[in-house]
């Protein structure tokens, strides 16, 4: 089946600096929606993007909606502690209904 | 507006016993309602998904089932847990207008 390819896997940085994520795929996708997860929790919508070459805050993300359709970016800036959790990638494939995940990537921001 | 409620939050079950899980959802008509399984610290693994009521798609064999008596209410189940069934359980919705999809707060399940 489809999968998306999301890295890194984890990031260790530290508070203040700028985080910079990806989701690709060999496959074209027609939206794309970046969550958030705390531990204990369900994931939080954080951004929708649902054109090629769409670029979207939120406060201090920031996404981009791949050129040739394969791939998305999420960028945080200027990171706090509470910017700490599991951030996941998905993407609604083209000609389906379904909702694919990335494999999630783990921040740890350190004071 | 538009709310999801899960719940148990957290639930401890002796191997075989029964599960059921229950999510609702509050502000909108006809969603698509789904289940899925986190394994700690992995990905979201899609359990079923229905479009309507009385209608559940499967995506993997397991040893569980999803019902959906009302339109906006969506169950979880199983006739005898196993160890394996433990995991964190996310129920979900989407309207359909557009596409996103929205998890309620998840059910942590232990089997022992």
């Keep these: ?111 | 507006s538009q709310t999801i409620h899960q719940w148990p939050a957290t639930l401890v079950q002796p191997v075989g016993s029964p599960l059921s899980l229950e999510c609702t959802v509050e502000g909108t008509s006809n969603p698509n309602l789904y289940w899925y399984r986190q394994a700690a610290g992995r990905g979201l693994q899609l359990l079923f998904y229905s479009v309507g009521i009385g209608q559940i798609s499967s995506e993997v064999p397991q040893n569980l089932s999803a019902s959906r008596p009302q339109d906006r209410q969506f169950i979880l189940s199983s006739k005898k847990l196993l160890l394996s069934d433990s995991g964190f359980y996310l129920c979900a919705y989407e309207t359909g207008v557009v596409e996103k999809l929205f998890f309620g707060s998840g059910t942590q399940l232990s089997v022992l």
């Design chain 1, 1 to 111: 089946g489809q999968q998306l390819n999301q890295s890194p896997q984890s990031m260790f940085i530290q508070e203040g600096e700028d985080v910079s994520m990806n989701c690709t795929s060999s496959s074209i996708f027609n939206t794309w929606l970046w969550y958030k997860q705390d531990p204990g929790e369900g994931p939080v919508l954080l951004i929708a993007l649902y054109k090629a070459g769409e670029l979207t805050s939120n406060g201090r993300l920031t996404a981009q909606f791949g050129i040739t359709r394969k791939d998305s970016f999420l960028n945080i800036s200027a990171s706090i502690p509470s910017d700490v959790g599991i951030y996941f990638c998905a993407g609604y494939y083209q000609n389906t209904d379904k909702l694919i995940f990335g494999t999630g990537t783990r921040l740890q921001v350190f004071p």
